[in-house]
Structures are given as C-alpha cells and as structure tokens.
C-alpha cells in the first residue's frame, strides 16, 4: 500500500528461496532493537504494572485518507490497516526476510505459475468468527474483478490468472506470467462476510460502523475526521495481544505543537511532517525524559514533473506547463539545484544527497548515474540547455518563449512540510537566476490538484518497501487513472513503453542478481527522462519519552525508525513505563494523563540481506502511503 505526500512508497520482491522457505522455521521470530532495550515480547503482565488502563496516544502529522483497505493511500491510513487486518506474510523486524502471517507457509509450482498458501487455524475476526482462505480469495477476486477496490493494491494483482480457497487451510493462486512478489503481498486481507455486503468500493470509507471488524493486533473502535483514530488492543490476536490496551492515533497540524506535547508529557512520541526539523530535534536532544532517534530514511525527497496529465487512453487534462514536455528544459531545471546546499542548509546533515530513485538502504537495488550521465549542479549547463530549448532572456533577464510569454513555473507544496517550504525558497532563487519565474503553492491538501493534474512541479516522496515492486509500478502506463481527474495508483502520469517493458521483466524475474540489474536499469531510464529528480535521502528522525514507553521495537534491529514501519511491530511490542498507565482516554480521542505516543510521517527503508519485499508508502506530508 502506499501513501502520497505527495512524498510517497513502494513495494518488494524477494529470493525465492525466501518465497520457499517453510513459515514454521520464521515463526521463530527474531528480535528488533528495542528501546531502550527489552526482550521484543514482554508478557502482558510485565505491561501493565496495575489494573490501570494504559493508553498509547500517537500524534500524527497526517490526516486520514480512507479506512478502507481499498482505498487508503496515505502513510497513516495503510499504516493503521497493518495494525487491524493481517496480510498473508509479515517482515522479520530484524531482518525484513519473509514470516508468517496469515500464511504459515506458501511453496510455488515447478512453473513457478501456481502457488500455495497454508492459512493458519488460529486466527478469527473479532467478531469471533475464524478468518480462512476463504476470506483471503474473496479480498483477491474482488479486487481482479471491481475496479474501486482495485485502486491502492490493484497492481499486486494484475498478473493473477485466478484464485481459488480449496479448503478453509488452503489458498491457491493461479499466475498469468511468474511473479517475484509472491512472498510479498502487501494486500490487507479483510473478512469476507462483512465486506461482501458493500456495494461501490469506489465511495465506502468503512468509517461508519464501530468497531470494524479485523484480525490484526488492534480494533478500530472510533475514528473522527481530521482528529483522531481510536483502536483498542486485540487480546486473541494469535501472535498475543499488544501491551497498551488502546491506541490512539491523534492528528497534529502544527509541528511545533506537537513538539510542545511532547515536552509536557502529553504524548509520549513524536515523529513529524515528515521528520523532526534539525531545530526541534536539537532542542530535545538533552531534554529529560526524552530520547531523539535518528536513524538512516527509507524515503526519498524529489521533485516531480507534470509531463502532461493523461488518462489511459489518452485523454488529455490539467493545465501543466506544455515546456517540460522539453526534456532540455526538465534537465536544465535540475542541473539549477545545489544538492549539496539542501543537505547543509535545509536538512543540516539529517540527510543523504540524492542520486538515484532507490534509497541507499536498498543495498542491491541502489543505483547511481555514471559520471557522464550525471545532472550535476552547473548553472552555465542549465542556461544553455535552456538557450538551446528556445527559451533566451530578455532585457530584464527573464526567460521567454518564441510566443514571447515568460518561463513561469508553479510546484506544489505540503503546507505542514517545512523542508518544501525552505527548498521551494531555494528554487526561486536558483531558477530565478536562470530568469525563471516559480509560485510556491503551500497547501494542506495537494492531492486534488495532483490528481486534477493542475499543477507544473511538485514536492515529491515516498517511502520504499524492502522490495522495490510497487514504487516502481507507479510510473508505467497501467497506473495512469482510467478517468479524469480521478484516484489512481500513478504518482505523476508518467507513461513510457522502454520503462514499461523494463519494468515487466524486472516481475516476472525471480534470479536476484537479474532482478537487481533490471532494477537498475529501470532507475537509469527514469533519471534520464527527467520526470523525477531525487534531491535527498533524509534520515528518519523522531523522538519519544522514555518515562512514558519502556521499550519498544525499531525495524530494522540496527538504526531503524519507530514509526512507518513494514509491519506492526513498534506498536504491537510497545511496553508501558512503570506508573505510565492511565483510566482511559475520552471521546475525543485521547488523555492528557495517559500515555501518550506522537507521530508524524517519517519512514526509514530497510534492506536486509539484499532482499527485498513488497510495500509502498509516500512520505510527504500528503503521502500516499
């Protein structure tokens, strides 16, 4: 699932010899770090020290975009499906091989075209009803035939052939073509008695009707826009009940406001929009009580170009500049940004500069432009790219077109990101140099000029999954919307067949070293078309109170972040300070007196072992998960 913020994500691959390994032998899962340092699953009663009701507040800087699992792409939104659905394998919190989730084991055919899935006995809705295949081949069938419940996840399926549940204990997809995401399907699978009563999946938000029914290690129980997201622990959850007994998820527009929270005590963890600025991680640096973690990002910051909004066959719509449909003018834009500057200045060091479109966590599928090929900063390129593009300036020193109308250039910007605020200022100067004209457009909501495609420029970012599948999905023609101006898997209309034939072999490879090399190829194409240009890695920073959370689990084990991660570990192992335990938090979604936790949208990627898995989230103040 991913999230649009428009910083946004993606999803993974792995070995197959991952993909064959028995569920049985990973149920033996192996620890994250935990902070400040306890077994991973304390028993409930080492949680709750009293009879006191404990309650863990998570302040986010993001808002809800839909709770339904159809639907949601935003970081939060996917994040709090991990937490009530269970998907049929999970990510080792040390490691991110595959284990068992739903699926105890899954083993594929000779042909690689069939693969079998053992569902566990030992899960049930909470309505008490026992989750089986059954439910699993509904959530697939629904999404291969309706094409609103295809919207977040569709990708995952478009290479299936059927699927069928045989019995209660087996599922068996059928492939059109092999498929390496098989061991890495980020679909929540959600109850099918429940869900076969919706009627257009497009519009149901399943935000009505409380509790929603689930099968993960939290129950949704209450949920007000803009405001907060109420869920209560599942004690028959089957890898054992979390240790809070409620979790809130409670919206903060204001960064430095959630800051604020954090220093009195009334939310125990803070991650921000996306991540802590410099500023506000120095001042609680020495702050007591208080732990800043910072660890390496799982996200990329770019900057995307509108190259023309279309839908999949060929309407045309939005008002994007028709002058970077020029792949001079693109070049010469980004051969004007000073890298180095946004990692010194905006980022003051909390950051890695950008190269390729697969963060450096990625060991095997990080790529970086060879030196020829570079779009390096060099002012004196950029004018002459520009100069060649037929866009020369004028006695004033602005750039003009043939039709004698100036360059003028607006990017969109994540109104609670204060890194596209600060870069966007960079930008008018730097291009202002060149005699270009940019509008910064800050606003809290830049998915609907996105989708509308009214825009020329945007801040861009997602936050990559252990396997690269799914972000690199959402550039090829097939995620482009099937109507205008509507929801859809694409990041930015980008449509190209030599990246889309790259991308067809990189699925269907299951040789990794292979796998890798198409990979990056598929980034090289990307870098060169100058649609996407990757500005900086930035570092997962977030902070929490140490007399509020006694430990808690990090992904990856060594500098991993808390919040975002590939599954529900932070959360599910959380384990309250002593004396941290509360009466309960009221209607509005939270206690002051409790414990509280505050996040924002920061992600860290992680790469283990130089495998990959499937998942994808955007991380910019509007991810798109």
């Not at 969109?412 to 291009?431: F, M, R, S, V």
Request: charged residues 25%.
């Amino acid at each position: 699932m991913v999230t649009r913020v428009p910083h946004h994500s993606v999803r993974p691959r792995r070995r197959l010899r991952l993909l064959l390994a028995s569920g049985a032998a990973a149920l033996a899962l192996a620890a994250g770090s935990v902070v400040p340092g306890n077994p991973l699953a304390p028993t409930p009663s080492e949680a709750h020290a009293d009879d006191g009701k404990t309650t863990l507040t998570v302040a986010v800087a993001q808002s809800v975009d839909s709770l339904s699992p159809f639907l949601a792409q935003r970081l939060l939104s996917t994040s709090i499906h991990r937490l009530m659905y269970d998907y049929l394998t999970n990510y080792d919190p040390k490691d991110n091989k595959a284990i068992p989730g739903l699926a105890t084991a899954w083993e594929p055919s000779e042909d690689k075209l069939t693969w079998t899935y053992t569902i566990r006995s030992d899960s049930k809705w909470s309505d008490g009803q026992q989750a089986t295949a059954e439910d699993a081949a509904w959530t697939f069938n629904k999404m291969m035939t309706d094409e609103g419940a295809a919207t977040s996840n569709g990708s995952f399926v478009g290479n299936f052939e059927k699927v069928t549940a045989p019995s209660k204990d087996k599922l068996v997809i059928t492939l059109k073509e092999p498929q390496a995401t098989m061991a890495a399907l980020d679909v929540p699978i959600v109850p099918k008695h429940v869900w076969e009563k919706v009627g257009d999946f497009s519009k149901f938000n399943n935000d009505k009707d409380f509790p929603v029914v689930g099968n993960g290690p939290f129950i949704l129980t209450d949920y007000k826009v803009d405001s907060y997201v109420k869920l209560k622990a599942n004690k028959d959850f089957w890898r054992g009940s979390p240790k809070f007994d409620e979790l809130v998820f409670r919206y903060y527009k204001d960064q430095d406001a959630a800051v604020a929270a954090l220093r009195k005590g009334e939310v125990s963890f803070v991650a921000g929009s996306p991540s802590l600025t410099p500023a506000q991680s120095a001042s609680l640096k020495n702050a007591p009580d208080i732990k800043v973690n910072d660890a390496p990002g799982r996200r990329f910051f770019a900057l995307a170009v509108n190259p023309g909004a279309r839908t999949k066959d060929g309407q045309k719509f939005g008002d994007g500049h028709p002058a970077l449909l020029d792949q001079k003018v693109r070049h010469a834009l980004f051969m004007a940004v000073d890298r180095k500057t946004i990692i010194d200045k905006v980022f003051q060091g909390h950051a890695v500069e950008g190269e390729g479109y697969i963060p450096p966590r990625f060991g095997d599928y990080f790529w970086k432009p060879a030196d020829g090929q570079k779009l390096a900063y060099d002012p004196a390129k950029a004018a002459s790219l520009l100069d060649e593009a037929g866009y020369k300036k004028n006695g004033q020193g602005k750039r003009v077109g043939k039709d004698g109308k100036p360059l003028d250039f607006r990017i969109l910007c994540h109104a609670t990101d204060p890194n596209d605020k600060a870069i966007g200022k960079y930008l008018q100067e730097w291009w202002g140099e060149q005699g270009i004209g940019l509008k910064v457009d800050c606003l809290d909501n830049v998915s609907d000029p996105w989708y509308a495609g009214e825009y020329d420029l945007a801040f861009d970012g997602w936050s990559v999954n252990p396997d690269p599948d799914f972000v690199l999905s959402i550039h090829t023609c097939a995620a482009l919307p099937t109507k205008a101006k509507e929801s859809a898997a694409t990041d930015n209309f980008i449509c190209d067949k030599q990246y889309d034939e790259l991308y067809k072999k990189q699925l269907a490879e299951y040789d990794p070293a292979k796998r890798a090399d198409l990979v990056k190829q598929l980034e090289s194409r990307l870098y060169d078309t100058g649609y996407m240009n990757v500005m900086a890695y930035p570092n997962a920073v977030e902070a929490y109170r140490t007399d509020h959370i006694e430990s808690i689990t990090t992904m990856p084990s060594a500098a991993g972040n808390i919040y975002g991660q590939d599954g529900y570990w932070s959360w599910w192992s959380a384990v309250p300070a002593a004396g941290a335990s509360s009466s309960g938090s009221s209607d509005s979604g939270g206690s002051s007196t409790g414990v509280l936790v505050g996040v924002g949208i920061a992600v860290v990627v992680l790469a283990g072992g130089g495998l990959l898995f499937a998942m994808r989230r955007r991380s910019t103040a509007e991810d798109r998960e």
